[in-house]
Each structure stands twice: as structure tokens, then as C-alpha cells.
């Protein structure tokens, strides 16, 4: 039976790993205020400007599945922490940074630290006691959206009314801080695959396959998607990963095991991830734009940069609220029945934002639906992933399943990207999206939910014939 002081540790660790994730999730949304001003800023153009934005991107997908691994190899811990200092640097360099040089190696660091989420979730697994561990695997999943949904507005007003330095000394004292915390509240749970070698050939074949293809996916649209460096780098992308792949078939320590990951169960989990990185994303995109085009357009709604945010924060504070519910779903019925309970929510939230589109609070409300839903079906993933897979693979397998949904996120962003440049009026010289174009894109949203759902539904039952959830491996008398 744990003690009342086994207890509190268990919850510190739990908010130490929920604010970590939350941490490295606000890096990715940080400079998002600052993008029309950056050129400015840095001296540079506008398309140099944005590898600010990809560069993270990139960083974060080659970092993920590698820490994952790493977490296995070397303990949890270990790596937690290590991904912290690049979070730190990373944020001093922006913070001193005059050009457009400096400031992309700053963001590219601070990108390593999404390495935290996968990593934080598949500890979960060794330090909370079972009755803890689906709310708590939920929180942390979700805090990939928690802190895209806090970031934003508190960086709008940090940009509004303080200088820019201001958002990255803050992210450097905070990341100093969730290091510290992690260093103190985080136990030192031993290496599940001590003694296995770390795969550098294949860790080096998928970043390079990463690299090429979210590289293409990102840059299409500016590029030209029939562009000989678009189609080289897609071309790049596929030969990389075949490669990548014939080797992590044949290696003794795979990076990834393509065995583990070709089992339906985790395989069809990995592919709706896809799915509903790119539905999430939809409203991410359309919200912000909507909220601040001017009224005069007869469908933008003329919010300020800052009050932007703060209609959008109450649907970063609903995915905080209905993480935990989720666990509680996933603990009676089963990580597949929220999966597929969350995006039917995802789906219902589109539908409302058809009907709520022209003033803020429908959007505010379309928003909390939406963000409802991707709290509980990311809660859910990795709660399929680690009740499928073994305890060596766990932290490579949230990895690989975190990276499933960032390359959804990324095409997400490409597509409805394409709809908006397309689909454009023009008011007073100035271009902007259309209301089809936001009504389209939301219905892409809807649209790519709902082959989420379809695929949600394909996901093999456990074979064991056991309730699905994931079993807590470490004893009860050792857990915090």
C-alpha cells in the first residue's frame, strides 16, 4: 500500500512531467507573435524569417524518436534532463540574437526539447501507481496542445507590451526551472534496455529522411510543389526511409523496431495519429487569422493580436480539464473507446464552427469543442501504444507515435496553408484569406477527422482478452 508521502511524490512527478511537456510545447508556438515583425527585427526577409518556424519543426522530428530511444538505452532521467539544456541555450541565443543566423540556431535547439513529451509519458509507465496511470498519461500526452493553447496568448502579450527579448529570457528561467525539477521531483528509474546499443546508422537515415520529407511538406507552398528542389526532396525523403527501413529489419538494435510498430494494433494507433494531428491542426491555423482580420471584411472579427489569444485560451485550459477525464474513460472502457470517443468530439467541434463562425465567442466555444476532443484522443494514443509494446521499446515507441502526430500536424499546415493562399480577396492592397477559404478549411478539418474516426474504429482489441489499459511495471513499493 503506498503512503500518504508516496502519494504527494507520485503527484509532484506527475505536474513535473505535465510541465515539461507544456514547457517544450510553448517553444513551438513562442515567435508566432513576432512572425510579422521578425524581418524587421532580424534584418532579413520575410522568407528567411520563417526557417524561425521550420527550423523547430525539423529539430523536434528528428529529436523525438532519437530521445525516445535513448530514454531506453540510458534511463529516462537522464535524458529528461538533457533535453532541458538545449531549451535553456537555445532560448539565451535568441534572446541575444541580432540576425537571422543566431536566432535559427536558438530555435533549432529549442526544438530538441520536445524530446520531453514521449520521453515523460513513457516514464509514467515505471514511477505512478496503477490507479494514477491513464489520468496521468492523458495530462502529459496532452500537453503538446496545453501549451500551444497557453502559449500563444501569454507570448501576445509579452509581444504587445514588452520587448521580444522578453519571451526568450522567460523561456531560458523557465527552462532552468523544469530541469530543476526534474532533477529534484524525477526518480531514477534503471534503463529498461541497458546494455542494447544505440543505433547511429539508423537514427542518422531517418533524420535525414525526416528532414527531406517535412522539409517538402513545409515548403511546398513557397517552393512550388513542382519545383525540382520539391520533388528532389521528396524523392530524398523516399529513398532515405526505404533505406532506414531495410535496415532497421536487419540490425541487431533497432532504432525503431518496424517489427513492434507493424502490429496492427500500434500500427493502425500510429496511422489515425496522422489523421488527427492533421484535423487538429486545421482550427489552429483558420482561429487565430479569423479573430484578427479586420471587421470591414464582413467576416473577419477585429480582434488585437493579444485578445486573440485570450479567445483561444480557454480551449488550451478545457484539454487541461478533460485530460483527466479521459484517463478516467480509458480506465472503464478502454484507450480505444476514448480514441474514438475524442474525435467524434473533434468532429462535432468542426460542425459547430460552421454555425458559430462570425463573432468570437462561437470560435471561443468551436475552439473548447475541438480542443476537448484532441485531449482525449491524445490521451488515448500512447495508452494503445505502451499496452501493446515491451517495456524496452516504450519510450522508443511513444517516440515514433509523438512523430506520427507532428508529421500530422505538419501536413495539416500545408494543405489548409494551400487553401488560404489560394482562396484570397483583396482589400485597400492588401491579400488576405477569404471566407470560403476559412469555411473550406474547416471542413478539410472535419473532413480528415472523420477518416480519423474511420480508422479509430479498425484498431484490434489487447489479445489478451484483459481490460486495455496499460499496467504499471514498476512494484508498488518502489514507485514515488
Known sequence: MDSPRSGTRSTSAIATLAAAGTTAAI??????????TLPSILNTTASNSNWVITVTLLAAAVCVPVTGRLGDI????????????????????????????????????????????????????????????????????????????LGLPLAAAVAQY????????????????????????????????????????????????LVCLLLAVSKGATWGWTSGTILGLFAGAVVALLVWGFWELRTLDPLIDLRTTARPRVLTTNIASIFVGTGMYASMLVFPQLLQLPEATGYGLGQSMLAAGLWMLPGGLTMMLVSPI????????????????????????????????????????SLMVINGGVALAYGAMPALIMSSVPLTETAAANGFNTLMRSLGTSV?????????????????????????????????????????????????????????????????????
Open 27 to 36: 517553444m513551438q508556438t513562442l515567435v508566432t507573435p513576432l512572425l510579422p
Open 74 to 149: 540510458l534511463g529516462k532521467k537522464r535524458v529528461l534532463l538533457a533535453c532541458a539544456v538545449p531549451l535553456a541555450v537555445g532560448s539565451v541565443i535568441c534572446a541575444l540574437a541580432t540576425s537571422v543566423g543566431p536566432m535559427i540556431v536558438g530555435r533549432g535547439l529549442q526544438g530538441l526539447g520536445m524530446g520531453m513529451v514521449p520521453l515523460g509519458i513513457a516514464l509514467l509507465r515505471d514511477i505512478v501507481p496503477q490507479g494514477e496511470l491513464s489520468s496521468s498519461i492523458a495530462l502529459v500526452s496532452a500537453s503538446m496542445g496545453i501549451g500551444g493553447g
Open 412 to 480: 495539416g499546415a500545408a494543405v489548409v496553408g494551400a487553401v488560404l493562399a489560394q482562396m484570397t480577396i483583396t482589400m485597400g492592397g492588401h491579400v488576405m484569406a477569404s471566407e470560403a477559404g476559412f469555411r473550406i478549411s474547416l471542413l478539410i478539418g472535419a473532413g480528415v477527422s472523420l477518416a480519423a474516426l474511420m480508422l479509430a474504429t479498425l484498431i484490434p482489441r489487447s489479445t489478451t482478452g484483459r481490460p486495455e489499459v496499460v499496467v504499471s511495471t514498476a512494484p508498488a513499493a518502489s514507485r514515488v
Open 326 to 365: 479521459g484517463g478516467k474513460l480509458t480506465d472503464t472502457r478502454g484507450p480505444k473507446f476514448t480514441l474514438v470517443s475524442g474525435i467524434a468530439v473533434l468532429i462535432a467541434g468542426y460542425v459547430l464552427s460552421q454555425l458559430l463562425f462570425g463573432s468570437a465567442w462561437g470560435v471561443m466555444v
Open 162 to 209: 514588452a520587448d521580444w527579448q522578453v519571451l526568450f529570457w522567460g523561456s531560458a528561467v523557465l527552462a532552468v526551472v523544469i530541469g530543476l525539477l526534474i532533477w529534484k521531483l524525477i526518480p531514477d528509474v534503471p534503463p529498461a534496455a541497458r546494455g542494447q546499443r544505440f543505433d547511429v546508422q539508423g537514427a542518422i537515415l531517418l533524420a535525414i529522411g
